[in-house]
């Protein structure tokens, strides 16, 4: 039986020690538009197939390039499963294992694909700071300092990504009330600040290499991520 709880229980404000949270409001989201679609047949390199509607949109924040990918029957399910992932081309395309990235976006697109869902591909390279920012935080890692220390030693905050584009998608959708595929409580707490209504928080699988490990604990113990690590 796969591990499933609501955001109230997985968020860090309702553990015993809640003061550092701010309580949660409804923010004021700008709104977006579906600018285009298209069906995509996907590969991925284990050999797993699957179609998604890409979306593309106007209007968005940032005004980056993000995309949203409908897949299985994400149109007629009440409370899509969504995945809200920051891109990572080291993991992603290269494969890289000093991340879980890679694994949890494929992961992602056949757990969404089998419930109906989006998977949302947010251009938040390296929690926000952009990929030579993120290779110079590698740089640092490999002199001793975790993922978080070597961003703020660069001047970086410990994680700068913002959810509100994601928030636009999803309402531009009509996904307002979905099951949201993540072990990032901020991921929770933003898009509920943002009118996502999340009936339930479900975990990825656990990623593990010799490589990430140490990466992988930082974000248990620093930002609450829900990953049950090896002793």
């Known amino acids: 039986m796969s591990s499933v709880t609501s955001v109230a229980e997985r968020h860090p404000c309702f553990e015993p020690s809640p003061a550092s949270c701010e309580p949660t409001t409804t923010e004021a989201v700008p709104a977006a538009a579906v600018r285009t679609s298209v069906r995509v047949p996907l590969r991925f390199p284990d050999g797993w197939e699957t179609v998604a509607d890409v979306f593309t949109f106007t209007g968005l924040a940032d005004g980056k390039e993000h995309v949203a990918l409908g897949l299985g029957n994400y149109a007629t399910t009440a409370a899509p499963l969504v995945r809200p992932h920051s891109e990572c081309l080291t993991g992603d395309v290269f ?15 056949e757990r969404i694909a089998e419930a109906g869902g989006y998977l949302l591909y947010l251009r938040q390279e390296g929690r926000g700071i952009g990929l030579y920012a993120k ?9 001793g300092l975790d993922t978080y220390e070597a961003n703020r030693a660069l001047g970086h905050g410990d994680d700068e990504r913002d959810y509100t584009v994601a928030a636009q998608m999803l309402h531009t959708l009509g996904a307002d009330r979905i099951r949201l595929l993540s072990n990032n409580p901020d991921k929770a707490l933003q898009l509920d600040a943002m009118g996502i209504d999340i009936v339930e928080q479900l975990p990825t699988g656990v990623h593990v290499s010799a490589s990430n490990l140490r990466y992988l604990q930082a974000k248990v113990s620093h930002t609450h991520h829900s990953l049950e690590l090896p002793a």
Do not use: M, N, T, V
């Open 95 to 109: 494969g890289s294992q000093r991340c879980d990235c890679g694994p949890q976006l494929r992961e992602a697109a």
């Open 135 to 143: 290779l110079d935080a590698y740089a640092l890692q490999d002199q």
